[in-house]
């Protein structure tokens, strides 16, 4: 498994990302013993980059992720959150930051968090994010408990203006670089290399959208880009290959990212993730599903505050 540079952290981190959120049954129902497994399964594949946060499945993906890595804790890369605690419930004042990160400690089993981001900063008022959640982060860091600093969200420009007025080490975005999004790379990406901040893409499988199955129920993603995910998926079919195995394959090719985290609960996805980065990328099956999800290319949805999408 190839490792990459986390930005200036001097974490370096797997290609390939295990993304916790289906762990919380976030996409549906999930065995915790499986979950566990598919943990050890993907670290002892080489995969060494391990997401999550309190909100999936509320606490439940930090403690199984928290048991999972019990004895190889200090051999991975782990990445939690703060801000973010239900549907509509976000607090990103400084008192809620510290018992947050406490809780999440004893959750995870380990007394050092290595990325902590601030959740889904388009819900909140950046001002006081950058002037109060930041600095209360900061100080962790100072206290040992943190080892690096970030943001994460959907809107691009809310995460451009954070690592411009900010002194960030990490920015995650979702669902902008996948078949049918790739503009992570017109801004974004550029100001964080620019700067030395590491930049993590999340959702390459569009969250569910970019699969044979198809997206959950609660996707929030407009009618138009699921059906043509969907024609994707049939076109794929039609030549007995995978969506899911096209779409990770393109998106950890960028260069543009430290790291590409997938959703994963199983031990078989965790193989047949490895196995779709594994191979060859069928460019002739990637332009028919590229010019099948063209009419829809970059269509996003509303997240947060509206200031922050624009
Ligand atoms: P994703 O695009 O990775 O899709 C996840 C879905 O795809 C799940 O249903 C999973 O079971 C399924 N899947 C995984 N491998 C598959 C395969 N080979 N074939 C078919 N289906 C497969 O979306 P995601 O989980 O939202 O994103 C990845 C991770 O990134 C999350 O789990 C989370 O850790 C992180 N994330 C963070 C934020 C944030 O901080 N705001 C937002 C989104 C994602």
Not at 45 to 66: H, M, N, Q, S
Not at 116 to 122: C, K
């Amino acid at each position: 498994m190839e490792r990459r540079l986390l930005g200036r952290t001097g974490l370096e981190v797997s290609a390939l990302g295990f993304g916790g959120a289906p762990l919380g049954g976030e996409f549906g129902p999930i065995d915790e013993a499986e979950g566990r497994r598919a943990v050890r399964h993907a670290f002892d594949r080489g995969i060494t980059y391990f997401d999550v946060a309190p909100y999936y499945g509320r606490t439940r993906a930090e403690t199984l992720l928290g048991e999972a890595l019990r004895g190889i804790r200090d051999r991975v890369v782990l990445a939690t959150k703060v801000g973010r605690y239900g549907k509509a419930d976000f607090d990103f004042r400084p008192q809620r930051v510290f018992t947050s990160l406490e809780e999440s400690l004893i959750r995870l089993q380990t007394d050092v968090i290595d990325v902590v981001f601030v959740h889904d900063i388009e819900f909140g008022e950046l001002g006081p994010i950058l002037s109060e959640t930041i600095p209360a982060l900061e100080r962790a860091r100072d206290q040992g408990k943190v080892r690096a600093i970030g943001v994460s969200g959907l809107p691009l420009p809310v995460l451009r203006r954070a690592v411009e007025g900010a002194r960030l080490d990490v920015v995650l975005s979702y669902c902008h670089y996948h078949l049918a999004d790739t503009t992570l790379e017109d801004g974004l990406a550029v100001m964080a290399a620019d700067r030395g901040v590491g930049v993590v893409n999340a959702s390459p499988l569009a969250q569910g959208m970019l699969t044979q199955a198809g997206p959950p129920e609660w996707h929030p993603g407009p009618p138009a880009l699921k059906a043509a995910c969907r024609l994707a998926a049939e076109a794929c079919a039609r030549e007995g290959a995978d969506l899911a195995a096209l779409a990770l394959r393109f998106a950890v090719e960028t260069p543009i990212v430290a790291t590409t985290l997938v959703g994963i609960s199983t031990v078989a996805q965790v193989d047949r993730n490895l196995e779709a980065i594994a191979s060859p990328l069928d460019r002739v099956l990637l332009e028919r599903v590229r010019a099948v999800l063209e009419p829809v290319e970059g269509s996003t949805w509303p997240s947060g505050r509206p200031e922050n999408s624009s």
